[in-house]
């Protein structure tokens, strides 16, 4: 799969994670208030679930804003690994803000006990927010989707490689949060009908769980970005081969690719070229194998070719 052959899809992502944060804002709100009027601890875990979401979309726009920004002197490969800066940090929110509280109320309810209150605002507000979660993850999975299919990858793999974190992240927290809704409808069900507080904080526990789970993939995935991860070994090969293609270029002894964003991708590499090549077509044929490169791969921004002589060569040493 051609991870970073990928069109500008800035405005689509914002949409995307736009629309993300308006739902999740408003259900925060709405599963707070029917979490203290029902008196339901998986509730307020959801409530705290919302939260952490609105949070991270609130970082991801921030990053989809600041990794846009064209290159400049202080920073001449341009800004495009700090959107992963910020999509870690919004990994770290779902953790902290989402995953801790939900085990701590989970954990409280479970040794404290609680009665179960009146489970009727929570059923409505559950209701509503499984129409808007859906919604948000529609929004999400047809980015992808389309995405996976463009490139002609199986979305699973495009969903667990694509360097467009923003909407890898809007689709899981939008799938772990109708999981969520599923689980506590579950524990206010079980708690209304054993009259019992124990089937409320398994909700919990099992939200904080599911959140854990969703932070980590998140976390995981941004931290390849940010120590550096390369183009997949078969983009790699033909990148290689459209090197081999010219006639001047006789071996490629070393290729380094670096991801740098969504549709963002540096080369470097070090050719040997025939020795009979004169220094002008040896520059020409540098400047043809980087149009080649962009043709093949538009994500290629940067192309860096370094003529290296190989260990067959017979020109002089240099001493």
């Keep these: 799969m051609t991870e970073t052959q990928t069109h500008d899809g800035g405005g689509e992502s914002t949409f995307t994670v736009i629309v993300a944060a308006v739902a999740n804002l408003g259900i925060a709100v709405a599963k707070a208030v029917a979490g203290v009027v029902s008196g339901s601890s998986a509730m307020l875990s959801e409530a705290a679930h919302s939260v952490a979401d609105t949070v991270t979309e609130l970082l991801l726009l921030t990053a ?41 109320d989970g954990v409280h309810t479970l040794a404290v006990g609680e009665k179960p209150g009146d489970p009727l605002a929570s059923y409505l507000v559950l209701a509503v927010a499984l129409v808007l979660e859906g919604y948000s993850l529609r929004t999400g999975l047809k980015q992808a989707r389309g995405e996976a299919a463009r490139l002609k990858a199986p979305f699973k793999r495009y969903l667990r490689y694509t360097p467009d974190t923003a909407v890898k992240a809007v689709v899981m927290e939008d799938s772990a949060a109708l999981v969520g809704l599923v689980l506590a409808a579950g524990g206010l069900l079980g708690g209304q009908l054993t009259g019992s507080g124990v089937w409320d904080g398994l909700a919990s526990l099992l ?17 390849e970005l940010l120590v550096g991860r390369p183009l997949p070994r078969p983009v790699r090969e033909r990148i290689r081969a459209e090197l081999l293609a010219s006639r001047h270029i006789v071996a490629v002894l070393e290729l380094t690719t670096l991801v740098q964003g969504p549709d963002e991708a540096l080369v470097a590499a070090k050719v040997d070229l025939r020795d009979v090549s004169t220094a002008a077509e040896i520059e020409w044929a540098c400047e043809r194998a980087e149009q080649r490169l962009r043709a093949a791969f538009p994500a290629i921004g940067r192309v860096y070719l370094d003529p290296t002589p190989g260990p067959l060569s017979s020109g002089n040493d240099g001493r």
């Design 64 to 104: 989809l804003k600041r990794s846009g920004k064209p290159a400049d002197e202080e920073h001449p490969l341009g800004y495009g690994p700090e959107r992963y800066i910020w999509a870690m940090l919004a990994a770290v929110a779902t953790f902290v803000g989402g995953a801790v509280f939900s085990l701590y």
């Design 207 to 223: 939200i904080g769980v599911l959140l854990l789970y969703v932070a980590w993939v998140l976390g995981r995935s941004n931290a």
